[in-house]
């Protein structure tokens, strides 16, 4: 099978910014007690945070990550995670059936970012709270002090404001799982309120409205348009989520799924796009796509998902990622890229444990799960201006199924081309990195790829994700029986490239001035 892919120097989609490369910790199993924090670890520093899942992070190398949720935040008091540990309360968490210890909270999840060298992104509880434990917890975060919260965070030992600018008005509110779910009218006037009092509180932030928790959602597309026709002049972004499934066991259909990422961001920006017209606006509102990952296997219904007796920091939500999975979530990493005119902002949820990157075994060691080389490949190589490939690549039909939400849908997908690629132009460095992925089950493709307007270039490195196996995993015992290799089959040539990219794989070439 061969492919060809054009791509010019000039012909560019946009900038990657920082903050698309972020992920999630969410007060959810064990992503944070037993993950990111756990005090009496032989790897845990002074603070309680595991340094090898630090230095695992550090290679993942996600840029932004948001906090503390999730459907977690939907029940979240802020004042029960700050102060001295000892007088926190242990809580019922309603999200996940589990007991909250708030041993961590914000000024230790603030501590993490800062030995991670990652901005913080927070959420406000717009379930069971509002407007005005949101302003206070933007005042305690961010005002410098001489008021009240400012001066209970100074007490509580952060004498500096944390300076958080990006925050999320709520998580998943259009969602019926999530604590006072509400309709688009009632969310979108707590929302306004909201964002008012925060951004009077602090008029440097970046403000993030909830759009539909899924594509399929009965209410896509009315909620996001009635949303922000309350928001629009109080907001920056706009939040989408996706979870790809392959509940269907069907691959070819769920490699095909990523491409409905595709469509769903530009359905996303042609309505805010059209709410900003409506107004004669020339704002344009971005995308924050706040939670994307493969999470199929842990997922169903809230009691299948629970484990009883209100237990702290229970095992749920462990997916165990294969070949299969990594090579769909390339898939999404590519259509992330592809969006960077308007996806300002992305995190993979979630970082540890929980449908995670990084597994930890509680009191053992930390490993990379398939997923994790996807990511820190995009997020190490990625950046810079995502040039417009032209792709004409063999393609096959499929239908996509998704369970998801409040109804059931099977997407026609007549024309998915094998290979799906993202080339980004790091002008700094002087680079062109190629993300490539061949979804075809059995045959190797062999590429064709013309670089326009760079002059002679050379093969800089090459890597290769790729598994005879598709359901092959790693463990804790076999922590790398799926890792890249160098990928030697790709040369070029007067600014023409040729590679093999075998079946079933996800590649990353990286061009460089000859
Ligand atoms: O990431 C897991 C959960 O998925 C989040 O808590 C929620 O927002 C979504 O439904």
New binding site residues.
């Given amino acids: 099978m061969k492919a060809r892919v054009t791509i010019d120097r000039d012909v560019a989609i946009g900038d990657t910014h920082e903050r698309l490369f972020g992920a ?1 910790v ?1 007060h ?1 199993g064990r992503c944070v007690y037993g993950g990111i924090y756990e005090p009496g670890h032989p790897e845990a520093d002074e603070k309680g945070f595991r340094k090898d899942v630090l230095a695992l992070v550090k290679e993942l190398a996600p840029t932004i990550m948001r906090y503390p ?4 935040v939907s029940g979240y008091n802020w004042e029960d995670g700050v102060g001295p540990v000892e007088h926190r309360p242990r809580r019922l968490d309603l ?2 059936m589990s007991t909250e210890p708030n041993t961590f909270g914000t000024n230790e999840f603030i501590n993490w970012c800062r030995a991670a060298e990652i901005e913080p992104m927070l959420a406000v509880n717009l379930g069971t709270r509002g407007a005005d434990a949101a302003r206070n917890l933007v005042e305690y975060c961010n005002h410098p002090g001489g008021t009240y919260w400012s001066d209970l965070r100074r007490s509580h030992g952060w004498e500096a404001p944390h300076d958080v600018k990006f925050w999320c008005l709520g ?2 509110v259009d ?1 019926p ?2 604590m006072e779910h509400k309709t688009a009218q009632e969310y979108g006037r707590v929302a306004t309120e909201s964002a008012k009092m925060m951004k009077w509180t602090d008029p440097s932030l970046e403000l993030a409205a909830c759009g539909s ?1 899924a594509r399929n959602m009965p209410t896509f597309g009315a909620w996001e348009r009635e949303v922000l026709e309350h928001t629009f002049d109080h907001v920056e972004f706009m939040s989408l ?1 996706t ?1 790809l499934n392959n509940y269907a066991e069907d691959m070819p259909s769920f490699l095909a799924s990523a491409d409905l990422m595709d469509s769903f961001i530009e359905e996303v920006v042609a309505i805010v796009d059209s709410v900003a017209a409506a107004r004669r606006s020339s704002k344009r509102i971005m995308l924050s796509f706040d ?1 994307w ?1 493969v ?1 199929y296997r842990t997922r169903g219904k809230k009691e299948g998902r629970t484990i009883p007796g209100w237990p702290v920091a229970p095992p749920i ?1 462990e997916e165990v990622y294969t070949m299969g999975d990594a090579l769909a979530f390339g898939g999404a990493c590519i259509s992330l890229l592809n969006h960077a005119d308007r996806v300002k902002a992305a995190c993979l ?2 970082l540890v444990n ?2 995670a990157p990084i597994m930890t075994e509680t009191g053992g060691p930390a490993w990379r799960q398939t997923i994790f080389y996807p990511f820190a490949h995009m997020s190490n190589l990625g950046r810079g201006r995502v040039l417009r490939a032209h792709v004409d690549s063999p393609s096959y039909a499929t239908n996509y199924y998704d369970p998801r939400g409040t109804q059931e849908h099977r997407f026609a997908m007549p024309a998915v081309p094998y290979l799906k690629c993202a080339a980004v132009h790091d002008r700094k460095g002087g680079f062109i990195t190629l993300f490539l992925l061949n979804r075809h089950l059995s045959e190797d493709l062999e590429l064709e790829l013309e670089v326009r307007g760079m002059g002679e270039l050379a093969v800089d490195t090459c890597h290769q994700l790729h598994h005879p196996d598709l359901d092959a995993v790693n463990s804790r015992d076999n922590p790398t029986e799926v890792q890249p290799v160098a990928l030697a089959d790709a040369h070029i040539q007067g600014g023409r490239l040729s590679a093999t990219l075998r079946q079933a794989s996800w590649n990353v070439i990286r061009l460089r001035a000859a």
Avoid: P
């Fill in positions: 999630f969410e959810l949720g999730g459907n977690f999200a996940w998580n998943e969602g799982w999530q928790s989520h979870y939670e990952n999470w939500l949820a979630q929980a449908i």
